[in-house]
């Protein structure tokens, strides 16, 4: 029977959005531990599901006959990891597997290989967890500090990764050469792991779905047209696209979902393109905001240029835009990238400065988390506004004609006939929803949306 040297252990939101990198590390972890135990067969070196699994195969009873016959685990940590529940099942699974042969034999053997894929934070993550070390001195402070994707963005053959790829190596053939006692068929579905941690049962009120909508380059499109923006912040795909330099964070369109999700939302995230107007349409009726990141580079390509006109030709009050002025952008040519921007987006650019926040351009890095969650938090504050029952009782109530016809008033045409006197007290509006502080009070629209819900699926 097939025993691997290392089950890769990974979350697919990671693969999903560096998955040219996941890829290289996973090849280049399995080249390097054929190189030094020449001894083993191409196909026991490395077990990963998107390469051995085929139609037909029962996923989860397959990774667990896997989990207990490979020798070692290779576990790349990082957020995303440590909030995927089939992550958490892996590693507990693993874990356990572990320990078993310590107190069955006496034997510890460090089996369980952590690789530092993107920062943690220590505090938040299982204690059984963080008994587990993930760094050592010859791998590097890039790496310790970084995280390995770091290193590969900055230099796929740069001897710091190099360095880190051979120590995993290393430490995956002397775990292997140990033989970990392996683990009877048991059913992954039932393993509770140690992570993610407990959840809310029910969302708070302010939490919903996000939808992310991304415009931006392709490595190998910017190679073909030239120009100083052809640099290294593009990908194989457009959520590939990493604006700010040097790329020690993630790729826009992750950093925007960890932002998001750190918020208290969900996330989901699509490329732009046609029918994008029914979609930011569909969103708000299924009481979803929405959020387009676009490259300021290729607004005006043909890939992406009728999508964002039609979107900038129509109204959608609870949709944010942001475009981010890279780090890297040559000086010389920002006037004319600016005035291509402006020519897509005729309408909106004209609401680049207004408070409601909901349309920024030449976002810098220094403050795109906070521009995003204040948009955000507008937009969210927007569609609540939309789903509150303002009721018909009195005719003259907000939103209806002077005839309390039932019909409601077009925002800014509802002029009253005459002054009128100011009341000694203000009226509070009924069921009004308070705004966060330092966050600008939305304009007031309404509709009858359904009730705002989020809900999110495990992404493994």
């Given at each position: ?91 507990t699974a693993f874990r356990g597997r572990v320990r078993r042969h310590h107190e069955d034999t006496g034997e510890l053997i460090p089996a369980l290989v952590p690789v530092l894929w993107e920062p943690v934070v220590p505090g938040e993550l299982a204690a059984e967890v963080t008994k ?329």
């Open positions: 029977m097939l025993q691997p040297y290392f089950f890769f252990s990974y979350a697919r939101v990671d693969f999903e959005a560096e998955d040219a990198f996941v890829d290289q590390f996973f090849s280049d972890l399995r080249d390097e531990l054929g190189r030094i135990e020449p001894a083993a067969r191409a196909e026991e070196l490395a077990y990963r599901d998107t390469e051995q699994l085929r139609v037909g195969d029962d996923w989860a009873e397959q990774l667990a006959t896997m989990l207990g016959r490979s020798r070692a685990m290779v576990a790349l940590y990082s957020p995303a990891y440590f909030a995927s529940l089939y992550c958490g099942k892996e590693w587990i070390q993930w760094a050592q001195p010859d791998m590097g402070e890039a790496y310790a500090r970084y995280g390995l994707r770091a290193l590969l963005r900055t230099g796929p053959q740069g001897d710091a990764y190099r360095q880190v790829v051979k120590v995993v190596a290393e430490r995956v053939r002397d775990a292997a050469a140990r033989r970990l006692t392996e683990l009877a068929d048991f059913d992954l579905n039932a393993v509770r792991g140690y992570f993610p941690g407990p959840q809310p049962v029910e969302s708070t009120a302010g939490a919903g779905m996000v939808r992310l909508f991304i415009a931006a380059g392709r490595a190998s499109e910017a190679a073909a047209e030239g120009g100083s923006h052809a640099g290294g912040w593009y990908g194989a795909k457009p959520w590939h696209w990493a604006p700010y330099h040097p790329p020690t964070t993630p790729s826009l369109a992750v950093r925007a979902q960890r932002v998001i999700t750190a918020a208290g939302h969900t996330t989901t995230l699509e490329e732009v393109g046609a029918g994008l107007g029914e979609k930011l349409d569909q969103a708000r009726e299924d009481s979803q905001v929405s959020v387009l990141l676009v490259d300021p580079w290729v607004a005006g390509h043909v890939r992406y240029r009728a999508a964002l006109r039609e979107y900038d030709d129509q109204n959608h009050p609870v949709t944010g835009v942001m475009v981010p002025m890279g780090s890297a952008d040559p000086e010389g040519e920002r006037d004319a990238l600016w005035a291509g921007v402006r020519g897509v987006f005729r309408r909106n650019w004209l609401r680049r400065s207004d408070p409601e926040h909901l349309f920024r351009v030449k976002v810098n890095r220094e403050n795109f988390d906070s521009d995003l969650t204040i948009m955000v938090t507008v937009a969210q504050n927007k569609l609540m506004d939309d789903n509150l029952d303002w009721g018909d009782d009195d005719g003259g109530a907000f939103g209806f004609g002077p005839g309390g016809t039932g019909e409601r008033a077009i925002p800014g045409l509802a002029i009253p006939f005459g002054p009128q006197p100011a009341p000694e007290t203000p009226p509070r509006e009924p069921g009004r929803w308070p705004n966060p502080p330092d966050v600008p009070n939305p304009r007031d629209h309404h509709d009858d949306a359904a009730p705002l819900r989020g809900d999110q699926d495990d992404d493994h």
